[in-house]
């Protein structure tokens, strides 16, 4: 079985510019959610998507948005980009986002000029 | 934020001996999980244990919850020059915490061959 993919593994953007990561979870499974990695702050959830909606969202700024699509592909975006963003963003899936393990995938390595 | 609070973080050991991670953490959970990262890869399932579980085993890997004082240990018997790693864990407060993760800081293991 096919494990959790993400695309791009790496982007350089500018300040100011958006940009979206993609993810396709495993599988069967209907739920992703997405985390930010940063050596400052660790690991910190930004949200969870099941069957299109967004279910669960952390303590991020709007500029930090989601969606999920009908074949359960997720897709984060992050517009007017800071320094700060900078990151690895990393999304999981797992069969309902409760109960059951999360599966993640490799990152996307997303800096910041 | 973070939840869990990780002890050692960093501990270095020899091949063969084994090492020990604790976790601990804050609120009521419905599971405990333990990852492993490589090098900031993506992070890999090690372990989940319920709340209403004590003690599992997985290979050389030995988890114990104590509910009671909200805490967690990692234990990889026969310790291999590729467990060198972070190790995190990570907590499952159930309800409508759908698909988040609350993770701790961490354990650098490195084991020297």
């Known amino acids: 079985k096919a494990g959790v993919t993400q695309t791009p593994r790496y982007l350089i953007k500018t300040r100011g510019q958006q940009v979206t990561l993609s993810c396709s979870p495993i599988?069967?499974?209907?739920?992703v959610s997405w985390y930010q990695q940063t050596p400052g702050q660790g690991l910190q959830f930004l949200f969870e998507y099941f069957s299109e909606t967004q279910r669960n969202k952390g303590n991020f700024p709007g500029r930090f948005s989601g969606r999920q699509f009908s074949n359960s592909r997720s897709e984060m975006n992050v517009s007017t980009l800071e320094l700060g963003d900078s990151a690895l963003y990393l999304c999981a899936s797992s069969w309902t986002g409760g109960v059951y393990e999360q599966y993640f995938g490799p990152g996307t390595r997303l800096t910041v000029t | 934020s973070q939840q869990g609070e990780e002890d050692p973080q960093a501990l270095s050991i020899q091949e063969g001996e084994n090492a020990t991670m604790n976790c601990s953490y804050k609120?009521?959970?419905?599971?405990l999980q333990w990852y492993r990262q490589n090098s900031g890869r993506g992070l890999v399932h090690l372990i989940l244990?319920?709340?209403?579980?004590r003690e599992k085993h997985s290979g050389r890997l030995r988890v114990t919850l104590d509910t009671s004082k909200k805490s967690s240990s990692l234990l990889i018997t026969a310790s291999r020059a590729a467990d060198t790693a972070s190790y995190f864990c990570?907590?499952?407060?159930?309800?409508?915490?759908?698909?988040?993760?609350?993770f701790g800081q961490g354990t650098i293991l490195t084991v020297h061959p």
């Open positions: 990570a907590t499952d407060e159930g309800g409508t915490s759908y698909g988040k993760l609350t």
């Open positions: 244990i319920r709340s209403n579980e």
């Open positions: 599988s069967g499974h209907r739920s």
């Open positions: 609120t009521s959970i419905n599971n």
